[in-house]
């Protein structure tokens, strides 16, 4: 008698009930599985490892000592990179362009100044300075994060008198604070100050910013004492405790810059160590850890099973710098490891593909945030996410993609638009796009006529139902080079409005602005910044420093009615910093010498030999 018959025989009931265990026992054991699956994945981690080391053919002295600090902003005079030339190659200004550069030069430092006096006067030794209540404020700490984060900003705008008066209180810092501290927050505020300050000054004293370093290194180190090496989001350097069970994208994968380059000054292999073999996690993620996407990561991992418990993938909040670091690691490493230059194409080329978008018949271009799951686009883009275009036009020069640098300038006029567009001069925080199709090279930036006359298989569709876009042309051309005006903004397309009105004193935008300008030496980018930073001055200057604002589309007078009592310590960082490069003569902290970290802190570039032990090919 066969099963089926046997089954037969059995009452209605009986039938059902083992129906329902059958169906029970598929469910649990496919689940099972699946967890199984989800608890031991084994990526690339620290126990599994050869030791871990690097060295170069320099001397660990960043630069001879002979040198000033004015000639150490050179980078080295005999550092020949293996990758090819970023900045382009500058003809000679005239006498009348030199005096416009230098004076709006002198008119960034002299804001830098204002606000530094400000901080100085009534937070030195604070994170920040409430600039309309005259308070300090330590939401990183306490440990003075303006203080470090201003240090190579100094020595840029050649400040030596301010250098040296705060130098000492550098050496009061003390790590060892019972507070939960953002890893990612310190690492790129303060290692990384201290780390580019020591490279670029000779003081007398400039052992302690080393000294310091290394005492904030290793503090961090037990951050990293998880089952897979990836650190905590926040970290107590006294209790050794972490506090968070996950960690976002851009927390633990932006801190290879500054640990290697510590590793590279104390001899001491372990902070590279710990770096790498976050790059290596990522390298090895798949889709069993949530990774649907090839080099599209998801925002937020667990630190237990290294799984993607987000779907959203972003080139903005809480994903941004992790892209970043992936192009700036091979550029730091004077290309020697080709894991890193594999994974930034990967995920530029899955950006492209599947985020970037543009509006037909303009040249605007979009980036948006994307859940990779169900192939869904946030209608939003923030204004983290204008880091994006400096970041892709630097790998199209080390990579040789065209492409890449016509999304750049796509999507920095978006950018630049969203300030010249708003009432006050400045950029929302988020902003809402209109209808919009997926970017495609064949199509983006010809007006609808021209768009018209394509083939059938090129010609553009709106997506669901057909509108009427406006026709604009976002491209703006400088007539007379010598008189440095710009057209008005444009016409605001219908749908483009703001969703966050606020304006934090970011500064993504005029880093973008002086990276484009390096690299194509147009002077339409100095013009764009130098009306950012007018806006600035005029919106967000307070007696005694500068403040964010609340809603960019106010216009109402005196400054406490539309300011916001804050002032991050990027202001000075990088805000002040990129303004003043770009109006600095272009070898000077030149892109083909230096790389900026996430916080605007140049590290110098010097030959790397291929010593990266068990790295991934």
């Not at 009452?11 to 059902?16: D, E, F, S």
């Not at 008198?161 to 790590?175: G, L, P, R, S």
Request: overall charge negative.
């Amino acid at each position: 008698m066969t099963l089926a018959t046997k089954l037969k025989g059995l009452p209605y009931k009986w039938r059902q009930m083992a129906l329902g265990c059958t169906i029970f026992s598929f469910i649990y054991i496919t689940f099972y599985y699946a967890l199984q699956e989800y608890e031991y994945i084994e990526p690339t981690v620290e126990s599994t490892r050869e030791e871990f080391y690097f060295t170069t053919n320099i001397p660990p002295s960043p630069l001879p000592e002979t040198l000033t600090m004015t000639q150490r902003m050179y980078g080295y005079d005999n550092f020949e990179s293996r990758l090819p030339r970023i900045q382009t190659h500058f003809g000679s200004e005239s006498a009348a362009e030199k005096k416009i550069r230098e004076e709006r030069a002198s008119a960034v430092k002299k804001a830098f100044m204002h606000g530094w006096t400000g901080y100085k006067t009534h937070a030195l030794g604070h994170d920040e300075l409430k600039p309309l209540t005259e308070e300090p404020h330590n939401p990183f700490g306490g440990m003075g994060a303006t203080l470090v984060d201003s240090l190579g900003t100094m020595i840029i705008m050649e400040l030596h008198d301010e250098f040296d008066q705060v130098i000492a209180e550098v050496e009061k810092i003390n790590f060892y604070v019972d507070k939960e501290l953002s890893v990612f927050e310190t690492t790129i505020r303060y290692l990384g100050g201290l780390l580019s300050a020591y490279e670029l000054t000779d003081h007398p004293k400039k052992h302690i910013l080393l000294e310091k370093a290394k005492e904030l290194g290793e503090a961090l180190l037990p951050a990293f004492h998880t089952r897979l090496g990836i650190p905590y989001y926040k970290f107590n350097p006294v209790t050794q405790m972490g506090m968070d069970n996950s960690t976002l994208l851009a927390d633990m994968a932006s801190l290879q810059l500054e640990f290697f380059t510590l590793s590279h000054y104390t001899g001491n292999p372990i902070f590279a160590k710990k770096a790498q073999a976050i790059t290596d996690f990522l390298d090895s993620a798949g889709y069993a850890h949530g990774v649907r996407l090839p080099g599209l990561y998801p925002n937020e991992v667990d630190l237990d099973s290294g799984y993607f418990t987000d779907t959203i993938a972003s080139f903005g909040a809480m994903g941004d710098s992790a892209y970043e670091y992936l192009l700036k690691e091979y550029i730091l490493t004077d290309g020697s490891i080709p894991q890193y230059a594999r994974m930034y194409l990967q995920s530029i080329d899955s950006m492209k593909q599947y985020m970037l978008m543009q509006l037909p018949g303009t040249k605007f271009l979009y980036l948006p945030a994307y859940d990779t799951a169900r192939n869904l686009k946030e209608p939003t883009m923030d204004h983290l996410t204008c880091f994006v275009p400096g970041m892709l036009a630097i790998g199209s020069r080390i990579f040789n993609r065209p492409d890449d640098i016509k999304a750049a300038k796509g999507l920095l006029e978006t950018c630049v638009y969203m300030y010249r567009s708003s009432a006050t001069g400045l950029a929302p925080e988020t902003w809402v796009f209109p209808d919009q199709i997926p970017y495609n090279p064949l199509t983006y930036g010809k007006s609808l006529e021209e768009l018209e006359q394509l083939p059938p298989r090129q010609r553009y569709r709106w997506p669901g139902k057909k509108k009427t876009p406006v026709t604009v042309n976002v491209t703006v051309e400088v007539p007379n080079l010598t008189n440095r005006t710009l057209d008005p903004p444009i016409e605001r397309p219908s749908g483009l409005y703001a969703r966050d009105y606020r304006y934090l004193l970011r500064p993504e935008t005029v880093e973008s602005l002086f990276i484009l300008y390096r690299i194509t030496g147009d002077p339409r980018y100095q013009e764009y910044g130098w009306e950012i930073f007018k806006a600035i001055e005029e919106r967000c200057r307070t007696p005694v420093a500068y403040a964010a604002v609340r809603n960019v589309s106010h216009l109402g007078k005196g400054y406490r009615l539309n300011q916001i009592d804050s002032m991050e310590s990027f202001l000075f960082a990088e805000t002040f910093k990129y303004l003043y490069l770009l109006f600095s003569p272009p070898e000077m902290i030149s892109l083909d010498k230096f790389v900026f970290t996430t916080e605007a802190h140049p590290l110098l570039r010097r030959p790397w030999t291929d010593t990266f032990i068990d790295y991934k090919a």
